[in-house]
Each structure stands twice: as structure tokens, then as C-alpha cells.
């Protein structure tokens, strides 16, 4: 079948906390077989924060893969058959204190599908309340808060590279009409 590859054969060759990983042998349209590495994720959800006036939350953290820190809309990863929805209000309120009452599904992003399954969830979120945030142990971040216009000029200049917070902040933006 045309753009197509039949999975033969799947080894785990790691089983992480968060991932794992298998070494495939796939069967490609022209009869050839080839190895395929594959992390598997959970996925995850991010969520843009908007005010009344159209401000946004973002967070700082420190990415230790890349040994910086990055700007990025609250977000977090789903557990195993975890409802996205829910984990999207439940990472909104642990980064950033807040709750809403208007929340849009904005759809799903692959953000690297030659290799991982990982699908991210993106949600909008308006009518905000501050209630109190609520981090993990292991979690440090800094919130801040600014205009959803400058922060399409952060992605557009390169200053915000994560992609689910490029993408998000786009589509917003779009959806806005900012």
C-alpha cells in the first residue's frame, strides 16, 4: 500500500518513567524492511491562559536537556489514560494559580512524529480566577504575564522556540483576531 509501513516486529529497548522506547522492523511499500525507533509517550496538554485583556500567563523553567531556560504556556504531561481536558485545568491551576470558567479544545499537535507518539492536547482558557499555585516538589517556575501581541512578536522574532507555545500562542492569536 502506498505511504505505508506494516510493523513486523517491536523489541523494548527501554522503560522510563515517562517513556519507552522500542527498536521496530518495519515492512515498506517496495517489500524492503527497515528499523524504526519509537518513543512511546503518554502525551500531554498545554493551555493558554488569556485575560479580559487579552494578556497571557507564560512560565520560565529551565529545560535541562538543553541546559536553558525557556518560555513556555502552562503545560504538562498526561498520565496513562488520563482525560486531556482534565489535565490541562489541573496543570493550569498547579503553574500558574489559576482556574476559568470558558475553556476551547484548539485541537492536537505531533509535535515530532518521525520517531514519538507523543500528541499534545491544546486548550484555550478565559474567564480566569486566581485561586493559589499549587507546583509539584520538583517543579520551579516564574510566571509572568503580557499582552498576547507581544507575545506573537516573541515567537515571530525566535525568542519563544518550544513549538506547543508557538503554535499556541499563533493560534490564539488567530482565533482572536490580534
Known amino acids: 500500500m502506498h505511504l ?3 510493523k513486523l516486529s517491536s523489541e523494548t529497548v527501554y522503560e522510563g ?4 522506547v522500542t527498536h521496530d522492523t ?3 511499500e517496495n517489500g524492503n524492511t527497515a528499523g ?3 518513543i512511546h509517550h503518554h502525551g500531554g496538554v498545554c493551555v493558554i491562559p488569556v485575560t479580559d485583556d487579552n494578556e497571557i500567563f507564560l512560565v520560565r523553567q529551565f529545560r535541562y536537556p538543553f541546559g536553558i531556560v525557556t518560555v513556555e504556556v502552562p503545560a504538562g504531561k498526561l498520565e496513562a489514560g488520563e482525560d486531556h481536558a482534565e489535565c490541562g ?7 500558574t494559580g489559576y482556574i476559568c470558567s470558558e475553556y476551547t479544545y484548539l485541537g492536537k499537535i505531533l509535535p515530532t512524529p518521525a ?3 507523543e500528541t499534545i492536547h491544546m ?6 480566577e486566581y485561586k493559589k499555585q499549587q507546583t509539584d ?3 520551579f517556575l516564574d510566571v509572568e504575564k503580557i499582552p498576547l501581541s507581544k507575545a506573537v512578536e516573541l515567537v515571530m522574532d525566535g525568542t519563544i522556540t518550544d513549538a506547543k507555545t508557538q503554535v499556541i500562542i499563533l493560534k490564539t492569536a488567530r482565533i482572536l483576531g490580534i
Open 123 to 128: 486548550y484555550l482558557a478565559r474567564g480566569l
Open 89 to 95: 485545568r489541573r496543570e493550569l491551576l498547579e503553574e
Open 26 to 28: 518495519a515492512e515498506l
Open 4 to 6: 505505508y509501513e506494516k
Open 137 to 139: 516538589p520538583d517543579e
Open 115 to 117: 520517531y514519538n507518539m
Open 36 to 38: 524504526r525507533d519509537v
Open 17 to 20: 518513567r515517562i517513556f519507552t
